[in-house]
Antibody
Framework: QVQLQESGPGLVKPSQTLFLTCAVS??????????WTWIRQHPGKGLEWIGY???????FYNPSLKSRVTISRDTSENQFSLRLNSVTAADTAVYYC????????????WGQGTLVTVSS | QSALTQPPSASGSPGQSVTISCTGT?????????VSWYQQHPGKAPKLMIY???KWPSGVPDRFSGSKSGNTASLTVSGLQAEDEADYYC??????????FGTGTKLTVL
């Protein structure tokens, strides 16, 4: 059973870069047929899709965040990462990583989530 | 890319059925059979309940069912139980390798 675990700083200063990593166990980030995704949830609000990286390494992003987001993977460490530039208080949220199966467009497996606060 | 529209709240008594709607556009819900539903309890990660409009992941009880008509998808919870009280979110493929979520519905079991 695949398990995902987010890690990274819980506090980021405005204008700086948010960087989170999702460690994957029980599966490989380079395995065919899986997409690896980041989703966030502002406090008390709904879910927002950030983007995903395919098993091919291709990346796709939410148009509203595309200019600031990079999702990458490290196959040697079996993890994938989120980089969000020029953060503001509006980026304060719980960030989840997850896995989708190609052809389903549904997140079957989720990390527990990590709260990132943007504040000086 | 706008969020899909869900009612903020829904409720029902134990044993009853409740239906939650998810309205999108002809570019997302109406265009693709890639609607999913997630259940989220407070402080927890979401859990996939329905995918591809009406399919169940293993372990999800068939009291949960999904359907779609035009630009609106629906989640029906039959035989409501106390543990069904949670927030529910729909999502849809929106073309161009993008995904959009719904605004969320808080389900209360009276």
């Amino acid at each position: 059973q695949v398990q995902l675990q987010e890690s990274g700083p819980g506090l980021v200063k405005p204008s700086q870069t948010l960087f989170l990593t999702c460690a994957v166990s029980g599966g490989s980030v380079s395995s065919g047929a899986y997409y690896w995704t980041w989703i966030r949830q502002h406090p008390g609000k709904g879910l927002e899709w950030i983007g995903y990286i395919r098993y091919t390494g291709n990346t796709f992003y939410n148009p509203s965040l595309k200019s600031r987001v990079t999702i990458s993977r490290d196959t040697s460490e079996n993890q994938f990462s989120l980089r969000l530039n020029s953060v503001t208080a509006a980026d304060t949220a719980v960030y989840y990583c997850g896995r989708l199966v190609d052809g389903e467009v549904a997140v079957r497996h989720w990390g527990q989530g990590t709260l990132v606060t943007v504040s000086s | 890319q706008s969020a899909l529209t869900q009612p903020p709240s829904a409720s029902g008594s134990p044993g009853q059925s409740v239906t939650i709607s998810c309205t999108g556009t002809s570019s997302d819900v109406g265009a693709y059979d890639y609607v999913s539903w997630y259940q989220q309890h407070p402080g927890k990660a979401p859990k996939l309940m329905i995918y591809q409009v009406s399919k169940w992941p293993s372990g999800v009880p068939d009291r949960f069912s999904g359907s779609k008509s035009g630009n609106t998808a629906s989640l029906t919870v039959s035989g409501l139980q106390a543990e069904d009280e949670a927030d529910y979110y729909c999502s849809s493929y929106a073309g161009g390798n993008t995904v959009v979520f719904g605004t969320g519905t808080k389900l209360t079991v009276l």
